[in-house]
Structures are given as structure tokens and as C-alpha cells.
């Protein structure tokens, strides 16, 4: 049995009782404060990452440390036998910011379990009109999540393959490709499945022409248009919704990330026929809509629309870009920028960003390589100017220490 003394550092009592699913740590935190946090010597890092685009209103922010501990001290948990406040306000807040009028939800506990949610409603949709109508149309580079029936909407074949063989319910086609979306979407579509940003897959923006054959080869078939808004929602890419910057209305979207700024949930909301599909024993969880974590929702959703947070992320997310393509024209590998908001990627003419990111790290700067040619930047929606000011001089640095360093 290994040691639980303080003394053992926390990297060999992870080591020794935690499965290594993630690879090795690359830093221990212990308090964090708006866009920063502090390391256990006390360093102060820019978290340009918000904990894979989760806390979006900075770290410790105030109003939703006050609604946790307040719904902490009256009520953390019922079940879903019967209703609470919180849960309740949570949905009409979705429905409010998705402007579906006639939007349901059904509350999970992440992405993951957000989309497994959506799939199921499709699938059940499907089966309504037609025995065989539960295929699932996804793009290649999406990510969805790593259940079982997610990992294989995952258009990414590597992660497939330690669990294959999947259940093989759904059809890949490549992410820019209208008439290969519309050609794969046939009688037995249930849904199609997308992000409008594709953000885990290397922040790539789908062409709107891709959206619309999706839309319209779901309307031809009969299927369900889903957006997976997990990573883009919540004024990530500068609307509430990546999909509400677009001429597409989805019939289900998913969301979980920001939505309680590092407390676990998940959502599915749907409208129209979508809405009503699910019924009584359908589907349900344990923790779907938990008091505590719907009470941290509504909180963020509150203080983003009191605070006119979508504009301000709007306004730095301008000067994040324009500092980005500065690099792209001055900074060594740097060659462009992609993304919407304040979901960004730092196209590299070289495979030198995993380098880049440890570059950053040494500067207190964090941020990821989301694919081997492109660093992700998505800080909080409160970022400062001086913040993207202070990111975008660690990254050029970053940039000339790799472009400097011996081969
Ligand atoms: C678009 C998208 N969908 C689903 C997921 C899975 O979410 P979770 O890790 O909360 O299960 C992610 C996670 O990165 C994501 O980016």
C-alpha cells in the first residue's frame, strides 16, 4: 500500500492508485483565481485552456461559488422522483437562451452523457417511423464523448480501435464534404450528429455548406438534426450557441462543459416533435439536474446576461485574433489562425505544437495542442485585455524558443 502522507509527492500517489488514462501530469494546482491559477510554489499561470473550455467565468468566480454554497447548505440532492428549483429554473433558462419556445431537457452529468441522451431520443424518433431507422451520420475528426455509443459517433478511428468491435450504427463522412453528407444520410438515418466547430478534432469551423446539406438531407429523410454544442456552447464561439451564428436550427442540442464553470453537467435540449420523444423510463440518471450543480448553472447563465459577457468576449476575442495573425505574419511556425470566439487555433506550418505548449508551459502560459500543427487558445470569457496582452507575448516567445532550440 503506498503512503497517503503529504509528504509523498502527489505524482507518485496518483502514480500508485490513479489509472494513468491521461498520461502523465504536466503540473499540480491548488487555487485558482479568475484566469489564473497557482501551483503549489505559489506560481501564478494564465489558463488559456479553462480546463478544456470549462470555466469560462474564470476560476473561483464569486457568484457561482455563492450559489454552490448556498444550495450546498439547503438541499445537494432528491433525485429525479421528484422536482426542485433549481433544476426547474435551469431548463426554462435553456430554453430562454436557445430561443426554443417549446424546448425540453434532459439534464446529464457531462458531454458524454449529453450526447449519449440525444442519441437515444434519436434513435427512439427513428424507431417511431420505421424498425430499421437508427443509423447515426457523423463527421470525420467530430468528438462526442467516450461511452460506448459516443466513442463511435467519435470520427477519430485510432480511439476506436483498443474497444472495436462498436456497436456499428453509425456512418462517417468527411467533415467538408456536402454531397458525401447528403449520399450517407439514407431511410434508416436516425440523426445526424455534429459540432459546428469542431473543437477536440483541431478547432475547425464546418463550411456552412456542410450545415445546410446536413439540415436539409435530415428534413429529406426524416431524421434528426443534433449539434453537439458541448465545447461551443455557452458564448464559447460568441453567441450562446455556435449554431445561433448560423442560417441551421438543429432539432437537439447538446451542451455540458461551461454550463456550471467546472461542475459537472450535461444537457440535451429539443425541440419540436424531438421534444416529446422520451417518456417515462426511457432514460434517466442518478444525478441529472442535482440541485447543487443546477443551482451553479444558473448562476453562470445569470451573470453572463448581467454582465453583457457575450459582448465582452466578443470585444477580446477580436484582440486575441488580431495579436494570433500578428504572430502568423512575425512569430517562427505560426502561419494562421481558425476558430470563432473565444475557441482558437494557432495553425503551425510544422508538427511543433506539443513543443509549443511545454514552450508556454515554461512561461507560465497554459494552453494545448489539439492536433500536431495546431495550439488551442480558449481562455475565460472574462479574459482582460492585458491578459490576452500578456498569453499573446508567451506565445511568440514560446514560438522562438522551439524555432531556437537545438534540433
Ligand atoms: C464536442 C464535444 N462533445 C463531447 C465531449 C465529451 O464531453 P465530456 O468529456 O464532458 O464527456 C467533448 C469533450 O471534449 C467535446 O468537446
Avoid at 502522507?5 to 491548488?30: C, D, I, N, Q, S
Amino acid at each position: 500500500m503506498s503512503a497517503t502522507h503529504p509528504a509523498v509527492p502527489l505524482t507518485e500517489r496518483a502514480a500508485a492508485h490513479v489509472m494513468p488514462t491521461y498520461g502523465p501530469p504536466k503540473a499540480t494546482f491548488v487555487r485558482g483565481q479568475g484566469t489564473a491559477l497557482f501551483d503549489e510554489a505559489g506560481n501564478a499561470w494564465l489558463d488559456f485552456l479553462c480546463g478544456l473550455a470549462v470555466t469560462s467565468l474564470g476560476h473561483a468566480h464569486p457568484a457561482v461559488t455563492d450559489a454552490v454554497t448556498e444550495q450546498a447548505g439547503t438541499l445537494v440532492h432528491t433525485s429525479n422522483l421528484f422536482l426542485t428549483e433549481p433544476a426547474v429554473g435551469l431548463a426554462e433558462r435553456l430554453a430562454r437562451i436557445t430561443g426554443w419556445d417549446d424546448a425540453k431537457v434532459f439534464f446529464a452529468q457531462c458531454g458524454a452523457t449529453a450526447n449519449e441522451a440525444a442519441i437515444k431520443l434519436a434513435r427512439k424518433h427513428g424507431k417511431q417511423r420505421s424498425p430499421d431507422k437508427v443509423r447515426v451520420v457523423a463527421l470525420d475528426g467530430s468528438f462526442h464523448g467516450r461511452t460506448l455509443a459516443t466513442l463511435e459517433a467519435t470520427g477519430q478511428p485510432a480511439k476506436h480501435e483498443p474497444f472495436a468491435p462498436l456497436a456499428g450504427f453509425v456512418d462517417h463522412v468527411a467533415h467538408d464534404d456536402p454531397d458525401a453528407l447528403r449520399a450517407a444520410v439514407t431511410a434508416e438515418t436516425s440523426a445526424v450528429l455534429l459540432e459546428v466547430v469542431q473543437g477536440e478534432g483541431g478547432v475547425r469551423a464546418l463550411d456552412p455548406a456542410v450545415l445546410a446539406a446536413a439540415r436539409e438531407a435530415c428534413d429529406e429523410h426524416g431524421a434528426l438534426l443534433i449539434v453537439d454544442e458541448v465545447q461551443t456552447g455557452i458564448g464559447r464561439t460568441g453567441p450562446w450557441f455556435a449554431f445561433q451564428a448560423t442560417d441551421v436550427v438543429p432539432d437537439v442540442v447538446t451542451v455540458a462543459k461551461a454550463l456550471a464553470n467546472g461542475l459537472p453537467i450535461g444537457a440535451c435540449i429539443a425541440r419540436g416533435p424531438a421534444a416529446g420523444v422520451l417518456s417515462p423510463g426511457d432514460h434517466a440518471t442518478t444525478f441529472g439536474g442535482n440541485p447543487v450543480t443546477a443551482a451553479a448553472a444558473n448562476a453562470v447563465l445569470d451573470t453572463i446576461e448581467a454582465q453583457g459577457l457575450l459582448d465582452t468576449a466578443r470585444v477580446r476575442s477580436q484582440r486575441l485574433i488580431e495579436g494570433l495573425q500578428r504572430l502568423a505574419d512575425v512569430a517562427p511556425y505560426a502561419c494562421g489562425v481558425r476558430g470563432r470566439g473565444l475557441l482558437l487555433g494557432l495553425e503551425l506550418d510544422a508538427p511543433v505544437a506539443a513543443a509549443v505548449e511545454a514552450a508556454c508551459r515554461d512561461r507560465f502560459l497554459l494552453v494545448n495542442a489539439v492536433a500536431p500543427d495546431v495550439v488551442r487558445l480558449a481562455p475565460p470569457l472574462t479574459v482582460s485585455r492585458e491578459e490576452v496582452d500578456l498569453a499573446l507575448s508567451a506565445l511568440e516567445e514560446a514560438l522562438s524558443s522551439v524555432a531556437d532550440a537545438p534540433a
